[in-house]
């Protein structure tokens, strides 16, 4: 599975963006899908999740602002996001295991997110 991320940029606080991730390659409908973010001097934290039958995972720092969502047709995840933070700057990336493993296997290499005051 190849992973694509795209989306970020800069953008002031209250603002929107949404993340987009091409997937290519072994990409069926059962694989969990996950943005993950990290910023700087910070390690990589989980942000979101969709499973295959669309159940989803929010961190309390994102909920109600952040929304997941796939469409299998076009082998895309997204993420919506609204009301944006200046914490919530971070290189987000995208992220795919199958339903049954506890590591996420496949991993898309980043999208830039800066939130101005």
């Known amino acids: 599975v190849q992973l694509q991320a795209s989306g970020g940029g800069l953008v002031q606080a209250g603002g929107s963006l949404r993340l987009s991730c091409a997937a290519s390659g072994r990409t069926e409908s059962i694989f969990t899908m996950g943005w993950f973010r990290q910023a700087p001097g910070k390690e990589r934290d989980l942000v979101t999740t969709?499973?295959?039958?669309?159940?989803?995972y929010y961190a309390d720092s994102v909920k109600g602002r952040f929304t997941i969502s796939r469409d299998n047709a076009k082998n895309t995840v997204y993420l919506q996001m609204n009301s944006l933070k200046p914490k919530d700057t971070a290189v987000y990336y995208c992220?795919?295991?199958?339903?049954?493993?506890?590591?996420?296997?496949?991993w898309g290499q980043g999208t830039q997110v800066t939130v101005s005051s």
């Open positions: 969709i499973r295959g039958s669309g159940g989803t």
């Open positions: 992220a795919a295991k199958l339903p049954w493993n506890t590591e996420y296997n496949y």
